[in-house]
């Protein structure tokens, strides 16, 4: 069986010397009431030709809208419960720029054995979040791009 690879950005921008980051809730049926762990950096499958770091651009342009560039941060890899491995950087988003929120969207049989088809965007919202309340919402998996990030900053002068 291969292993199921994701590659994703850890958008931040700097409020005072405080960090605040980009996450995304999953859209669709199952997500609806869930939230606390369930957010998530914006992240997804590479496809066939396309390196780790395009892929985790292309997939937060899809996800939220953002487009982004500029000097990407390794932030290393987490393997998540089921095994899946997600590759991260982080990158700066300046403080002055504003984004209008838009997902890509996925169609399913809603409900189960319907037979109805319905649309649903990947990504229902998108916050900036102090690193505190990422720390609460993000998929535990996760949180060690928080701290890498934070420490990166730290290190260099940044907050």
């Known amino acids: 069986m291969k292993k199921k690879i994701s590659a994703g950005l850890l958008v931040y921008r700097l409020n005072k010397k405080t960090i605040e980051v980009l996450l995304v809730h999953p859209g669709g049926p199952f997500f609806k009431k869930k939230d606390d762990r369930h957010w998530s950096i914006p992240k997804g499958e590479i496809d066939e030709g396309e390196s780790l770091l395009e892929a985790a651009i292309r997939e937060t342009k899809e996800e939220t809208n ?43 049989e809603w409900p189960p054995y319907s037979g109805t088809m319905e649309l649903f965007p990947e990504v229902d919202r998108a916050e900036f979040l102090s690193i505190k309340e990422a720390g609460e919402k993000i998929k535990e998996t996760q949180k060690d791009f928080l701290i890498r990030i934070s420490n990166y900053l730290k290190e260099k002068g940044l907050i």
Request: glycine residues 12%; hydrophobic residues 35%.
């Open 66 to 108: 953002i487009e982004v560039s500029g000097d990407f941060i390794d932030l290393g890899t987490i393997t998540q419960k089921g095994g899946k491995e997600v590759y991260a950087w982080g990158i700066h988003f300046p403080e002055d720029k504003t984004f209008e929120f838009k997902s890509n969207t996925f169609e399913m």
